[in-house]
């Protein structure tokens, strides 16, 4: 059974910084390229990042360009998303998704998503 556990989240002040995690079971962690997609209240879901089967490539949001770092280690079968700088307009639910290749492409699917780790920046 796939499996997608989102950690890291919390509350934290404006310009302040999160590391997120997503523990993944159940597939082979490194064939597939994975992502990271969030949600913030009343709106819909919008893709942040992803990055490629081995870690080699990596891809943003525009708005998140500069702030946010992908990465995943195959080894521990974890996908990390560092967070800096970060606004009260980043305040979401943050989801991981395993893409349906081992590249990334907007066109590709996300068929397995974790039920994910709420961010919520404030003063």
């Known amino acids: 059974e796939v499996q997608l556990v989102e950690s890291g989240g919390g509350l934290v002040q404006p310009g302040g910084s999160l590391r997120l995690s997503c523990a993944a079971s159940g597939f082979t962690f490194d064939v597939y390229a994975m992502s990271w997609v969030r949600q913030a209240p009343g709106t819909g879901l919008e893709w942040v990042s992803a990055i490629n089967w081995s870690g080699s490539s990596t891809y943003y949001a525009e708005s998140m360009k500069g702030r946010f770092t992908i990465s995943r280690d195959n080894a521990k079968n974890t996908l990390y998303l560092q967070m800096n700088s970060l606004k009260s307009e980043d305040r979401a639910i943050y989801y991981c998704?395993?893409?349906?290749?081992?590249?990334?492409?907007?066109?590709?699917?996300?068929?397995?998503w974790g039920k994910g780790t709420l961010v919520t920046v404030s003063s």
């Open positions: 998704a395993r893409v349906q290749a081992s590249i990334w492409s907007a066109g590709y699917g996300m068929a397995y």
